[in-house]
């Protein structure tokens, strides 16, 4: 499926500039979920290994690789978003036409901006509760477990940028369709 973002032709100036820096920060994001994919990978090699052929088994690195996947799922949406990669009822939106087809992708696109929106509030709510009461994360680590939900308002405002970017594109199409 094209990425929305990338038919720029005839689109204005900031719209392009906009659309094009929303996918460079959504790439980076999704290189870093690619990057925690491959340490799990190895870090659940590296625990199989020591438990079964060392038999000195590592408890941390099930824990690191659980909490790992909170952040693979929030560095990877936006740019899964970007791609079109979301659930939708294809029967229903690939039949769409014309400008049924673009109300249906502002409309998704302000289910996103809302999903995005309260993930922002209620993750920084949660951050500074977490932060106050000093909460750590269960397991040999103790981390201090604010650091990881910083991932949750980090996420909704990468998902804001990205379905901001869609709305943009779809008005502009929209105008463009008479």
Known sequence: MQDLTEASEGRSRGLRVFARAVRMLADLC???????ILMDLCLVGFGVLMRYVFAHPLDWTGEVVSLSLSAVVMLAAPRVLLAGGHVEVDILTGTLKGRARLAVRIWS?????????????????TVM???????VTDGSLELPIWMLQLLLPFGGA???????SQIWTAIDDWGRAR
Do not use: D, E
């Not at 999704?30 to 925690?36: D, I, R, S």
């Not at 509760?129 to 909460?135: A, D, R």
């Not at 990468?158 to 901001?164: D, H, K, R, S, V």
């Open 30 to 36: 999704m290189v870093g979920a690619t990057l925690l």
């Open 109 to 125: 696109g302000l289910a996103v901006l809302a999903v995005a929106a309260l993930l922002i509030g209620n993750g920084w709510k």
């Open 129 to 135: 509760l977490s932060k106050m009461i000093g909460q």
């Open 158 to 164: 990468m998902l804001g940028l990205c379905a901001l």
